[in-house]
């Protein structure tokens, strides 16, 4: 068998043997179906980075916020039949 990118990256036979399946399924080789996934991980990563950083500004700005307590209720109901809406922020810091 012919040596690819896959055989140098540190992961476990069964995610190698995985990987390759993708790789071939969608007619791709090991290293573009890497390529591909890496670049997907990155854009996460940055879409993330990008709300998080601005939730931390929205909070230093002061609110407004939900109580803590009405978030738990809110979150309570999740999966359920009685799903709520999340709670109006009412608390300003």
Do not use: C, H
């Not at 036979?13 to 399946?21: G, Q």
């Not at 993708?22 to 890497?34: T, W």
């Amino acid at each position: 068998m012919t040596k690819t990118v896959l055989d140098d990256l540190p992961l476990n036979k069964a995610t190698k043997s995985r990987l390759r399946a993708l790789a071939r399924a969608g007619q791709k080789s090991d290293a573009d179906l890497l390529a591909a996934a890496a670049e997907e991980y990155v854009a996460d990563a940055d879409y993330v980075a990008k709300m998080i950083k601005e939730r931390e500004i929205e909070a230093d700005s002061g609110g407004p916020f939900a109580s803590n307590e009405a978030v738990k209720e809110w979150l309570s109901t999740w999966g359920t039949e009685e799903s709520k809406e999340a709670p109006p922020p009412t608390i300003r810091t």
